[in-house]
């Protein structure tokens, strides 16, 4: 039932030991609902809810992504969970640490149309912040 979102091709001077990790795809109701109580870091175009997750839950980085539909019809919330996904899978095998679940959820207008190494940026920064 779990998706995996694939790696970027990396030589393997730019590959590091969280790129052996697999990102998996939260898709219960649950997980979404505690990551809702853990920590959390806005950003201008999504906000990062992300929460450890205790011993012998899951293994890897576990990532879910979702967009009300403030965000716009089902056209504008696909572009931005599309936008999400692929922030998500460029930034977290850096910056993202085993154990953790992550949730990315989009704003309304602004996920769609917030420029794109920005919102990466805006991710990185906002991983810091988690994790502090």
């Not at 995996?4 to 979404?32: C, G, I, N, Y």
């Not at 012998?56 to 967009?67: L, Q, S």
């Not at 572009?79 to 977290?92: G, P, T, Y």
């Amino acid at each position: 039932m779990a998706k995996h979102l694939m790696p970027l091709k990396k030589t393997a001077a730019e590959q590091s030991e969280a790129v052996l990790l697999p990102l998996t795809v939260l898709v219960k109701r649950a997980d979404f609902l505690k990551a809702a109580k853990a920590r959390r870091a806005p950003c201008p175009a999504f906000l990062v809810q992300a929460r450890k997750r205790r011993d012998g839950e899951a293994e890897g980085i576990r990532v879910g992504f979702t967009c009300s539909k403030k965000v716009g019809n089902a056209v504008a919330r696909n572009r931005a969970k599309r936008r999400l996904r692929e922030i998500a899978r460029e930034v977290l095998h850096e910056h993202g640490r085993d154990g953790y679940d992550y949730v990315l959820i989009g704003r309304a207008v602004h996920t769609a149309t917030h420029d794109f190494v920005q919102m990466q940026k805006d991710l990185r920064r906002a991983l810091r912040k988690v994790h502090a």
